[in-house]
């Protein structure tokens, strides 16, 4: 806490501004637990190697079965298999998405940097930043959750 001495001879207490940096880039894998793994809180690389293989195997496939599908005859099933990899499986859309989450990136860290030059800590105007520059995202989840709920059900 800070505390503050106002014209009026009062004291006042406010929170002092936190620091907040955002890094450029994440990544999430999630696997299933099994008994006889240990606790590793970190994957190999070689781990790393195998599950990003998985995925582009198990994408590839998935686009050769539905190129190979008249849209009218993809099945329910088909469609939960896409589930989480749709912008692998559509073409053009990986990049297209790609650019949109560099530029949001970009967005935050370019407010962060105009803040620390300006000696400024406006984590609401960070968060602002945020939420717009990932609207896209939101808007895009909820497309394809309402998409998968019409054909599913």
Known sequence: FVRERIMSNTTTTRRRPRAVAFSQFSELVFIPKDDKMECNKSY???ERRRF???LIRE???LSRELNDTPAESITPEQLVRCVGIEVFVTQGL???VAEKKRAHID???SAQRLQREQCVCDIEKLSMVSRMGSQWARDRAETLGKGYSRILN
Do not use: I, N
């Open 44 to 46: 190999s690389t070689q």
């Open 52 to 54: 990003r293989q998985e």
């Open 59 to 61: 994408v590839q496939k």
């Open 94 to 96: 990986a990049r297209h």
């Open 107 to 109: 967005a935050v860290l």
